[in-house]
Structure formats: C-alpha cells, structure tokens
C-alpha cells in the first residue's frame, strides 16, 4: 500500500484528522463529503491504514462493505476513498491551541503549523505491558505484547518463539494463538483472570476450540522465571476477589508469554488539550456530533473507546468526521440536551450527550454476563423511559442502541440512566439470571476443574 503524500502543506485547511487508521481515514472522508474542502491527515506510521495492515485474518467489513476482508483489504478501499484527502505520514501532531492551530512534525519538511476550522482526534489505542499487569518475576527476552508479536509474524514473518503462553484472552490474544500454532509454534494456553472471557465468541470458537487450545479462566500468571531467555512461567486459580490461590499454582514451561491483557486510548494529545476525560473508558468525554469539551475537537475509535470490530469504528469515525466539517463550514448541529449516565450492569457509554431532536447510536458495555435482559432508560424520578429486550449480553461485546426522536418525545431533557437489568423467563418468577454460557476452560493439573 503507498500512501500519497502532498508536496506542500496549506497554510489552512478546514479540517485535520490525528491519526491515518480507519477512523482517521474514514473521518477524513466523511468532513469531505460534508463539505470541508480541504482535508488533512497526519499519521505517524509509514503509510496510512493503522493496525489494520498487520491483521491479515478475515473478519472485517461485514457491517461497513457488505463483505469479508482481511484487515490490509479493509484498509486498501479507506485509503482508495481518501482521494483528495491529504496524508502526510511519518509525522506526528505536537500540540493544537485554543485557536486551532495545529502544530506538526515531519520527516520530510520538520516542523510546521497549520490552522484548523476543526480537528478530529483519532489515535487508536496503545496495549497493555507487563508494567500494567505487576507480574512479578525476572526480566527476560521472550515477553511481547499479543499486537507486537502479530507484527513481528505477520509483516516481518519472525517467529517470537517455540512454545507460548498467552496471559490475557482478548481478541488479538486469541487470534495469535490460532496464528502462533498454524505457524508451527506450540501455545500451552490462554490464561484469563477473570472468570469470563474477554475475546469475542466468535474467536474463541475459531482460535481456541478448532485448535484445541485450552483456555483456563479465573486464572492468572503469578511469576515469570528466566535470566537471558523465559524459561517458564507459574500460574494460579483466583478467588472471587481475584486474589491468587498460590497454595493450587503450577508452572508452565515456555520461552514466549504473550500478553493480551486489554488496550488504552491513546490519549496523551487529548490531556494536552485538557479535554475532560471519562475515567472508565479513559477517552475524551464526547458529545453525539463526538465533539469533545473544546469547541471545534472531535474525537472518534478507540481514541474514545476500545470497539470489538473496525465496523463500528468506521460508523463512529463517519459521524465524528461529518459533524467536523460541518463545523468548520458554519453548519454546527444544535447542542444536546440529555446528559446519560452509566446505572445499573453498565460499565459506561458512549455518547455522553444526546439530543432529543436527532437519530444518534449509543454504544455500551455490561460489566458481568447476563442471558435474557432488559436495557432500560431511567429517568432521573425512576420512571422507566424506554425498554429493550436482549437475548443476552457480554463484557467482550459492545452493545448498541439506536435512538429515534420518536422514542425521546416525551422526553425535554435531563438526565437519563442507563441499565441492564435481569428479565424473568416464564414460570421462574424472578429467577432472571440462569447464567450465561461461558467457555469451559481445560482442566488443571490434579483434576480440579
């Protein structure tokens, strides 16, 4: 994939994009076809389309191109729709002021300023590293983050190791247990602390079970053994308060630990800007235009919360890029006037304001598995203003909502509470929880289960 570059930056452009993955890219189209002129994308990567162009697996782009694409292919057509759109890469943006005006760095030209009528924010997400989990332990080669190892096999094709361990069974951790094994390399199992998974189903079918790959839940890694190279790691089974039961540990002999142990918004600009910041999703708090609490700053993808697939990104992305150029043409939408609030099961959501007037979606996660809910919209007397029923929900996968102005008519503003709540099945009363069907992980040493 080559990536255009312009041989000179404008002086102005109406809107500029931070960050070339598909929610910069698809922002940045989107700000075009709503009327910005002139749009610009800085990416610190050598060429546009982010962490897309190291997933070489399908599963993308079901919901945004109707069909099934690797994550280079799902990049390829962003950056085939950015024409017009200029991508500067091997650059980065090193503040924006309260006027706009961004400043950038770039290989190519050094440093340089440019004014803005609008700026997405769009940087991604960073992993979790050994420093984040404490594991206690030496400090030896063979640790690698689940995403870096990806690059390491997947665009340089080096293997990390002969025999792995995986702490953590978010998505990229699954995925590169079923890659590490097509590979050649041996994975002795994906250890998740909590008691449920954190990867979708999807791929814990496809990456784990087709492969035989044992996943061990309410399991962690308490040490790390090794002086040049890892040589084996000990792990224990967690009580209900996620302390390890040491006296029930046994060691696992590898030279590679794969940590997949969750993401974080990338949003080291974001506090330059003193953006206010949600601090369960650690993203800038947004409007449902995704303007952040700086006039004319939007922010969108995980920059604002980790998404469980690109699609949802790519519509989030076309949201936050439409408002941008609307604003920088003089077209703002009108300010929200409903402030939601995160109640019962629900860990947070995504926007934090809506309007009455407008259709918006609004993206959430439940903090513990339930089968057969209701999602529910509170208003802050208790009245119940809108009911969902829902086969069931996961902390792994986002759940969605899509408001109509119909279903807030009889709403004028205020605050709303979002919850998930438990639904009784006919004949049990209030028996609402019969438990969700979670994977069952291998059985340990011993024959505890």
């Excluded at 540990?249 to 142990?261: G, N, V, Y």
Aim: with cysteine; net charge neutral; hydrophobic share 45%.
């Amino acid at each position: 994939m080559i990536t255009a570059q312009p041989r000179h930056l404008r002086r102005r452009y109406d809107v500029v994009v931070v960050g070339g993955g598909p929610a910069g890219l698809e922002a940045a189209v989107a700000a075009q076809n709503a009327g910005a002129a002139q749009v610009l994308v800085v990416d610190r990567e050598p060429e546009a389309g982010g962490i897309l162009l190291q997933c070489i697996h399908t599963g993308f782009g079901l919901h945004r191109f109707g069909a099934e694409l690797t994550g280079p292919e799902y990049a390829q057509r962003l950056v085939a729709q950015a024409q017009g759109v200029d991508i500067v890469a091997d650059a980065c943006v090193l503040d924006v002021d309260e006027q706009r005006r961004v400043k950038l760095m770039t290989t190519a030209s050094g440093i340089a300023t440019v004014d803005a009528g609008a700026v997405v924010l769009a940087m991604g997400a960073r992993e979790r590293t050994r420093a984040a989990a404490r594991i206690p332990g030496t400090r030896p080669a063979g640790i690698f983050t689940a995403g870096l190892a990806q690059r390491l096999v997947n665009l340089y094709g080096l293997m990390p190791g002969r025999r792995a361990a995986i702490l953590g069974s978010g998505d990229i951790g699954l995925i590169m247990a079923r890659r590490l094994v097509l590979e050649g390399v041996e994975v002795a199992g994906v250890f998740e602390l909590m008691p449920h998974a954190n990867g979708l189903n999807r791929n814990i079918v496809q990456c784990l079970h087709d492969f035989a790959i044992p996943l061990y839940l309410s399991t962690t890694v308490v040490e790390i053994h090794g002086h040049e190279r890892l040589e084996k790691v000990t792990v224990a089974p967690v009580d209900s308060t996620l302390q390890p039961q040491l006296a029930q540990a046994w060691e696992i002999p590898c030279d590679t630990l794969l940590l997949s142990i969750g993401l974080i918004p990338e949003n080291e600009l974001s506090g330059q800007l003193r953006l206010r910041i949600d601090p369960a999703t650690r993203g800038p708090v947004v409007a449902s235009t995704m303007e952040c609490s700086r006039d004319g700053v939007f922010a969108c993808g995980n920059v604002v919360h980790i998404h469980d697939l690109v699609d949802f990104v790519s519509a989030e992305a076309m949201l936050a890029g439409t408002c941008a150029g609307r604003f920088a043409t003089a077209a703002p939408a009108p300010a929200d006037n409903v402030r939601l609030l995160p109640g019962e099961n629900v860990r947070y959501c995504v926007p934090h304001t809506i309007s009455t007037e407008r259709e918006q979606t609004v993206y959430l996660r439940t903090l513990r598995p339930l089968e057969s809910c209701e999602l529910r919209l509170v208003e802050a007397e208790g009245n119940v203003l809108y009911t969902k029923r829902l086969r069931y929900v996961f902390p792994a996968e986002m759940v969605t909502l899509k408001l109509r102005p119909a279903i807030l008519q009889k709403f004028h503003g205020g605050t709303l509470r979002v919850e998930l709540v438990p639904r009784a099945f006919p004949g049990q009363g209030d028996a609402a929880e019969p438990g969700f069907p979670l994977p069952a992980p291998d059985k340990r040493p011993g024959g505890e289960p």
